[in-house]
C-alpha cells in the first residue's frame, strides 16, 4: 500500500495514511467507484467540504487525498490553536499560489467546530471567490457547530466508524506493507490478538495502529529472538478499553436518547447496555437519573404510579451509596422502568392544557369557586352555591369546576393501560358525558 508518510519515525498511523482513494478503507457508501465524490475527485475536481465523522474514520486522510488529485497546495490548521492571525496568513499565500503560479490552495481545518463565530465569518469571502478550498474536519454535528452562513457555501459529508471487519483489513494490510513492522526479529500476530484490538478500537484506524505498533514493539522487548503478539499482551498493553463519549457533544445527547428510547421501548436489555455505556464513559449520574425521573411521569404516569417513587428512591440511593455502588440502584430503576406499563396519557395533558393556556383566553374563576375571606365578597356571592363533596355519598357530586368557556374541554384523557385503566374506569363512571365528549372528538394522541 502506498502511503503518503514514508519518515520511519511516524507513527504507524501516520505511515499507513493511503495516498489514494482507491486504497482507501472504508466509507464505501461515500467513495464506492461509482459514487459522485469519488468520480469529483478522481477527475481533479474538489468542492469545499466539512467532514464529519467519528475519530479514526478518515477525514485527515481523505482531504489529504483530496488535495494531491486537485494538485492543490495543502495548508493544515488545527482550530484548537489557530486564530485569524493563522488564518490571514494562509489566504495571503493562498493568493499568490492563485496569482503567480496559477495553482489552487487546499485549506484543511481540523476541529473546525471549535472555531468561534469571527473566525468563522472570517473564511466566508475565501470559500466565496474560490480562493481557498476548504476542508473541515469535525467530530461534532455541523448543524449545531458551523455558522449557517459558512453551512450554505460548503458540502456536508458524513463518514461512519469503520467496522471490526474493516479495521481488521487495515491492520493486515500495515503487517502486509509496514518496513518497521517486518524489521528483524520478525513478528507472529497471532490472528485472535487482530481481531482483539479490531474490536477494542472501537471503529478508530488511529487507535488501532497505534495498538498494534506498541504491541509489536512490547512483543520484542519480552523476547528478541522470536517475539509474538498475543491476546493477553494486547490486553496488557492497551490495559483498559477507553469508550468514545464526549459528555458535552452530540453523543452525549444520542446516548440518553437511546436509554430513553429503549426504556420507552420496554427493552431493559438495550436500556441496560446504553446506561452502562454512560457510566463506563464518565457520564454525571445525576444527569441520568434526572432524566428517568421525568420518563418515570412522561412516560409511564398513572399507568404505573409507583414508577415515580422508584425513580426518587434510586436517586436517594445513589445519593447515598455513591459510585460505583450505587449504580446498581440507577440499573434497577432502568430495568424496572422498562418493565413497567406505559401510557404519556399525563405528557399529552400536559400539552393540551398548555395550549389551551397560552391561546390568549383567560376567563375568570367562577363565582361558586371562588375564596370568600370578606364579608364583603360573600355579600358579592364568593363561594355561593358551592357543593362540598365529602357531604355527598361516595364523596363525589358532579359540579362544574370549569368556567362556562371551557366547559367541554377535557385534557386528560386516560388510557387503559396498567394501573390506569382503574383510574379510566372510575372518570368514566363519575364524569360519563365529558368522557363521551371526548371520545367523539378523540384528540391525536402521539406525541
Known amino acids: 500500500m502506498e502511503s503518503l508518510k514514508t519518515d520511519l519515525f511516524a507513527p504507524l498511523a501516520e505511515r499507513m495514511r493511503?495516498?489514494?482513494?482507491?486504497?482507501?478503507?472504508?466509507?464505501?457508501?461515500?467513495?464506492?467507484?461509482?459514487?459522485?465524490l469519488r468520480k469529483l475527485?478522481?477527475?481533479g475536481k474538489c468542492p469545499s467540504m466539512i467532514f464529519w465523522g467519528p475519530p479514526g474514520c478518515g477525514k485527515t486522510t481523505l482531504a489529504l487525498v483530496a488535495s494531491r488529485y486537485a494538485e492543490a497546495e495543502f495548508?493544515?490548521?488545527?482550530?484548537?490553536?489557530?486564530?485569524?492571525?493563522?488564518?490571514?496568513?494562509?489566504?495571503e499565500n493562498a493568493r499568490k499560489f492563485r496569482n503567480v503560479y496559477g495553482k489552487k490552495t487546499m485549506l484543511f481545518i481540523d476541529?473546525?467546530?471549535?472555531?468561534?463565530?469571527?473566525?468563522?465569518?472570517?473564511?466566508?469571502?475565501?470559500?466565496?471567490?474560490?480562493?481557498v478550498i476548504l476542508i473541515g474536519a469535525t467530530t461534532e454535528n455541523p448543524s449545531f457547530e458551523v455558522i449557517s452562513a459558512l453551512l450554505s457555501r460548503v458540502h456536508v459529508v458524513v463518514?461512519?466508524?469503520?467496522?471490526?471487519?474493516?479495521?481488521?483489513?487495515?491492520?493486515?494490510?500495515?503487517?502486509?506493507?509496514?518496513?518497521?513492522?517486518?524489521?528483524?526479529?520478525?513478528?507472529?500476530?497471532?490472528?485472535?490478538?487482530l481481531s482483539l484490538i479490531s474490536v477494542l478500537s472501537a471503529g478508530d484506524a488511529r487507535i488501532a495502529l497505534n495498538a498494534l505498533e506498541n504491541s509489536c514493539e512490547a512483543a520484542r522487548?519480552?523476547?528478541d529472538v522470536t517475539p509474538e503478539v498475543t491476546v493477553n499482551l494486547v490486553k496488557e498493553v492497551t490495559q483498559k478499553h477507553s469508550l468514545r463519549y464526549d459528555k458535552s457533544g452530540e453523543e452525549h445527547y444520542n446516548l440518553i436518547s437511546a436509554l430513553h428510547k429503549s426504556?420507552?421501548?420496554?427493552?431493559?436489555?438495550?436500556?441496560?447496555?446504553?446506561?452502562?455505556?454512560?457510566?463506563?464513559?464518565?457520564?454525571?449520574?445525576r444527569f441520568i437519573l434526572r432524566r428517568m425521573i421525568r420518563f418515570a411521569s412522561e412516560d409511564i404516569g398513572m399507568a404505573e404510579p409507583f414508577a415515580l417513587t422508584q425513580a426518587m428512591s434510586a436517586a436517594q440511593a445513589f445519593e447515598y451509596l455513591g459510585p460505583p455502588e450505587g449504580?446498581?440502584?440507577?440499573?434497577?430503576?432502568?430495568?424496572?422502568?422498562?418493565?413497567?406499563?406505559?401510557?404519556?396519557?399525563?405528557?399529552?395533558?400536559?400539552?393540551?392544557?398548555?395550549?389551551?393556556?397560552?391561546?390568549?383566553?383567560e376567563p375568570g374563576v367562577p363565582v361558586h369557586l371562588r375564596n370568600a375571606p370578606t364579608e364583603l365578597m360573600k355579600e358579592h356571592g364568593y363561594g355561593k352555591a358551592y357543593r362540598y363533596p365529602h357531604d355527598f355519598p361516595g364523596a363525589f357530586v358532579r359540579e362544574t369546576y370549569f368556567p362556562e368557556e371551557l366547559s367541554d374541554a377535557v385534557f386528560y384523557q386516560p388510557k387503559s393501560l396498567g394501573k390506569e385503566k382503574a383510574t379510566k374506569e372510575r372518570l368514566m363512571a363519575l364524569w360519563p358525558e365529558k368522557y363521551a365528549r371526548a371520545n367523539e372528538k378523540k384528540i391525536d394522541e402521539r406525541d
Open 18 to 36: 493511503p495516498s489514494d482513494v482507491t486504497n482507501i478503507i472504508g466509507q464505501d457508501e461515500i467513495l464506492g467507484s461509482d459514487k459522485p
Open 41 to 43: 475527485l478522481e477527475n
Open 75 to 91: 495548508f493544515q490548521l488545527s482550530a484548537v490553536s489557530a486564530g485569524i492571525k493563522d488564518l490571514k496568513e494562509v489566504f
Open 111 to 131: 476541529e473546525i467546530h471549535r472555531f468561534n463565530k469571527s473566525q468563522q465569518d472570517a473564511l466566508l469571502p475565501h470559500v466565496e471567490n474560490g480562493n
Open 159 to 193: 463518514l461512519k466508524s469503520l467496522t471490526p471487519e474493516k479495521i481488521l483489513s487495515i491492520l493486515n494490510k500495515a503487517i502486509e506493507s509496514d518496513i518497521q513492522l517486518n524489521r528483524n526479529p520478525k513478528i507472529n500476530v497471532s490472528s485472535d490478538a
Open 221 to 223: 522487548q519480552i523476547n
Open 263 to 285: 426504556m420507552r421501548g420496554s427493552d431493559p436489555d438495550a436500556a441496560l447496555y446504553w446506561l452502562y455505556r454512560m457510566i463506563e464513559g464518565g457520564e454525571n449520574c
Open 327 to 361: 449504580h446498581l440502584a440507577i440499573a434497577q430503576l432502568a430495568v424496572y422502568l422498562s418493565a413497567a406499563p406505559k401510557s404519556n396519557s399525563l405528557y399529552l395533558s400536559e400539552k393540551r392544557v398548555k395550549q389551551e393556556i397560552r391561546s390568549g383566553r
